[in-house]
T-cell receptor
Framework: NAGVTQTPKFQVLKTGQSMTLQCAQD?????MYWYRQDPGMGLRLIYY???????DKGEVPNGYNVSRLNKREFSLRLESAAPSQTSVYFC????????????FGNGTRLTVT | DQQVKQNSPSLSVQEGRISILNCDYT??????FLWYKKYPAEGPTFLIS?????DKNEDGRFTVFLNKSAKHLSLHIVPSQPGDSAVYFC???????????FGQGTRLTINP
């Protein structure tokens, strides 16, 4: 019963480096999301994919790109990391989007120095 | 522009008593509301939800109340247990859209 799996769990980058955060779900969900969590800010939506083949911007998309590789996988790429991108990143999926509950992975803690 | 606000960053309650977590929203288009619970080093997990056509929804020890005119919802936990110590996030959505908006979270500590 894996649910939503995120890799890696921890990452340290230098400013300007790039990396891709991976996310996969095994619940046959249609919608997938990337959030970041910062102290005092709650969870903010970066990008989402309502269904396979579609992606759309959330509240804080600048500095990020996403790829919905197939129905299971949704990756988040930082092309040129900045210290402001130090955060905990959560991937989530839901059956149909809208108000259907999100299922979250356990997060990736990213530090950019 | 914080559309969903949880104004109490933390709350401490004695075991066995009632915990009340509050949430306010500004967007009148929101028509569905959810609460999530988060333990350290884990992702949030869904707890309970309520549609705007209702004013109360119960699930065991957890009850969510919605006051649309005040744009306010609250989560009641009774009786509170040590395992309820966690961060609680309120979230809201306009079901015609796809973007769930979260509050800042409230850290609940249940004291024995």
């Amino acid at each position: 019963n894996a649910g939503v799996t995120q890799t890696p769990k921890f990452q340290v980058l230098k400013t300007g480096q790039s990396m891709t955060l991976q996310c996969a779900q095994d619940m046959n969900h249609n919608s997938m999301y990337w959030y970041r969590q910062d102290p005092g800010m709650g969870l903010r939506l970066i990008y989402y994919s309502a269904s396979e083949g579609t992606t759309d911007k959330g509240e804080v998309p600048n500095g990020y790109n996403v790829s919905r590789l197939n129905k299971r996988e949704f990756s988040l790429r930082l092309e040129s990391a900045a210290p402001s991108q130090t955060s905990v990143y959560f991937c989530a999926s839901s059956e149909i989007g809208g108000g259907s509950p999100l299922h979250f992975g356990n997060g990736t803690r990213l530090t950019v120095t | 522009d914080q559309q969903v606000k949880q104004n109490s960053p933390s709350l401490s309650v004695q075991e066995g008593r009632i915990s009340i977590l509050n949430c306010d929203y500004t967007n009148s288009m929101f028509d569905y509301f959810l609460w999530y619970k988060k333990y350290p080093a884990e992702g949030p997990t869904f707890l309970i939800s309520i549609s705007s056509i209702k004013d109360k929804n119960e699930d065991g020890r957890f009850t969510v109340f919605l006051n649309k005119s005040a744009k306010h919802l609250s989560l009641h936990i009774v009786p509170s247990q040590p395992g309820d110590s966690a961060v609680y996030f309120c979230a809201a959505i306009d079901q015609g859209a796809q973007k769930l908006v979260f509050g800042q979270g409230t850290r609940l500590t249940i004291n024995p």
